[in-house]
Structures are given as structure tokens and as C-alpha cells.
């Protein structure tokens, strides 16, 4: 079982920063055990694909409309997964989830989700 929380939403500017974390716990297995990404849902639209990352942070992948913007990272030492948000656009607004696959599955886990609020 895995149990994920994100933290760090709220209210900016455009053109302003967030830093959103995600802290797993997971039973019975490494964190590193699991491939970690961000996906958010805006109101009235489908739940997208924001980015991931790979179980040692070798390697990552950005949906197109937050590449060069958005940084995922991870620290395996404090279970923890980071989303930085940089240049932020209202049409960022949405609520940001966390969600965790262990190796060649699909994504099984995921948090409750933290707002962002993106303001002109």
C-alpha cells in the first residue's frame, strides 16, 4: 500500500513560482521501487499528464505545454517527490496530484490532490 500527500498549492501571479511536494509512504516496498509522476485536473476538463520520473531521477518527461517551465524531481533519502513550477500561466490553474506506478505497470497510487491557482 502506498500512501501519497502533496503539499505546497495555493495562490500566485502569473509569471510567479510554486514548489509542490509529494511525500509517499509506501508498505512493504522502497519508494525507489516506484516511478513518480504529476498530472492535474482543471475544472470541467479531463485529468492530464504534467510529468514523471523514473525511480532513480535519471530520467524525466514533461507534457509539452509545461515544458522548459516545470522541473520533477526526487529524493529517494526523504520519499519525496518535487514538482517546480516556474513561469506560471493562468492556464495552469487546476488541482495537481501525485501518483506513483511500481516498475513496468501503470499508475496504481495516487494523493489527494493540492490546488493551484494561477492569477493574472
Known amino acids: 500500500q502506498v500512501q501519497l500527500v502533496e503539499s505546497g498549492g495555493g495562490l500566485v501571479q502569473a509569471g510567479g513560482s510554486l514548489k509542490l511536494s509529494c511525500a509517499c509512504a509506501?508498505?512493504?516496498?522502497?519508494?525507489?521501487?516506484?516511478?513518480m509522476g504529476w498530472f492535474r485536473q482543471a475544472p470541467g476538463k479531463e485529468r492530464e499528464f504534467v510529468a514523471d520520473?523514473?525511480?532513480?531521477?535519471?530520467?524525466?518527461y514533461y507534457a509539452d505545454s509545461v515544458k522548459g517551465r516545470f522541473t520533477i524531481s526526487r529524493d529517494n533519502a526523504k520519499n519525496t517527490v518535487y514538482l517546480q513550477m516556474n513561469s506560471l500561466k493562468p492556464e495552469d490553474t487546476a488541482v495537481y496530484y501525485c501518483a506513483a506506478k511500481p516498475v513496468a505497470s501503470s499508475y496504481r497510487y495516487w494523493g489527494q490532490g493540492t490546488q493551484v491557482t494561477v492569477s493574472l
Open positions: 509506501a508498505s512493504g516496498r522502497s519508494f525507489s521501487d516506484y516511478g
Open positions: 520520473i523514473n525511480w532513480s531521477g535519471g530520467r524525466t
